[in-house]
């Protein structure tokens, strides 16, 4: 009997979504014998013309990390959407945009600036911007044409199931290859991680005080944060209340507040649900003094919807201004 194949395809991401697979370490020896890699740009040397010859749905299941936003990677994930029983969007990028989706909340003309020209270590006096085509020699060169928005998954193509993580963990991943190649698949859309909060699982939720007041919004390195201690009642900002659970909190144990990457429970959307918790704990009884606490975050859209903004209240708005 011929082995599961398996795709892994990489869009607009940072790499992290592979290199998690790699810390699967020892136990991909487990898995490895027992399916067949049709392509892992990141790792192994394939060619896209050999996906286009394998059959439609030839290939078991297909992990795809990273956002969509250049028809290059959208040519790409509708031929594995073609070749593939099972798609799943792989990390937080392809499940919700990821980092890469704050992008969305500036128009194309600020991020090209921001990427040739105005960027300290960027030298580029003549102002030459990347072009979709460039003879040379009689030669042309072509660069796919970018998207205006940063578009996850499921924009682009039909998805079966979402693993979210910046990246996911190890063991998140090992459980969500098990599952798929068990055969006993959940159904449909399955987000494969607890529909649960972080602070229900966190060894901290047990530190918090019955009212949390905070006069104060401390960045972590503003303060030696106590390693037991709720970051909360301590008056620095953890995403855990708006965030799924999953991931086993390493961030927490490794003493820094969750920053939210596994996104929100089902239906949720993160941002809002984390501005409501702040809502009931600030320690204000003036407008003024509110807004002076609420100074203290440097950053609140990167705060609250850090890897969402494509599939967020704030980013449908911000795609409608544009
Ligand atoms: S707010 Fe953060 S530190 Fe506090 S219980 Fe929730 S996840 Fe843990
Ligand atoms: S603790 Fe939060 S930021 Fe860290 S891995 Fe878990 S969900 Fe992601």
């Known amino acids: 009997m011929s082995k599961p194949k398996i795709a ?57 990390n990273g956002g969509i936003q250049n028809t290059h990677q959208k040519k790409i994930v509708e031929l594995l959407r073609k070749k593939s029983q099972i798609i799943i969007a792989f990390g937080s990028c392809a499940c919700m945009g990821g980092v890469p989706s704050l992008a969305n909340l500036k128009n194309m003309d600020e991020i090209f600036n921001s990427s040739f020209i105005d960027a300290p270590s960027v030298v580029n006096p003549e102002k030459i911007m990347p072009q979709t085509e460039y003879i040379n020699n009689n030669i042309k060169l072509t660069l796919p ?26 063991s998140m991943i090992l459980g969500a290859l098990e599952l798929i190649l068990s055969g006993d698949l959940p159904p449909k859309n399955t987000i494969i991680a607890p529909n649960k909060a972080l602070c229900a699982s966190c060894d901290r939720n047990k530190s918090k005080p019955e009212n949390i ?24 900002l953890c995403i855990g209340p708006a965030t799924r659970d999953g991931c086993d909190y390493p961030c927490i144990k490794g003493n820094m507040p969750c920053t939210g990457c596994l996104g929100p429970v089902q239906d949720a959307d993160q941002g809002a649900k984390m501005i409501g918790t702040l809502g009931g704990i600030l320690d204000g009884d003036t407008k003024e003094s509110v807004e002076k606490i609420l100074d203290g975050i440097a950053d609140p859209a990167g705060t609250f919807y850090r890897y969402c903004v ?3 209240l704030l980013g449908k708005e911000r795609k409608e201004e544009m």
């Open 8 to 64: 892994i395809a990489w869009n607009s991401s940072c790499g992290g979504c592979d290199e998690s697979i790699v810390d699967i370490e020892v136990k991909i020896l487990d898995i490895a014998p027992k399916v067949e890699f049709v392509l892992w740009p990141c790792a192994m040397d394939f060619k896209y013309d050999d996906v286009e010859k394998l059959q439609d749905h030839e290939i078991t299941v297909s992990l795809i």
């Open 145 to 170: 044409e970018i998207f205006k928005t940063l578009y996850k998954l499921d924009d682009i193509i039909d998805t079966d199931y979402y693993l979210p993580g910046c990246p996911p963990t190890a």
């Open 213 to 236: 007041a905070i006069k104060e919004i401390k960045r972590i390195h503003e303060i030696i944060a106590d390693p037991d201690t709720c970051f909360l009642a301590q008056g620095v």
């Open 310 to 312: 494509s599939d967020s």
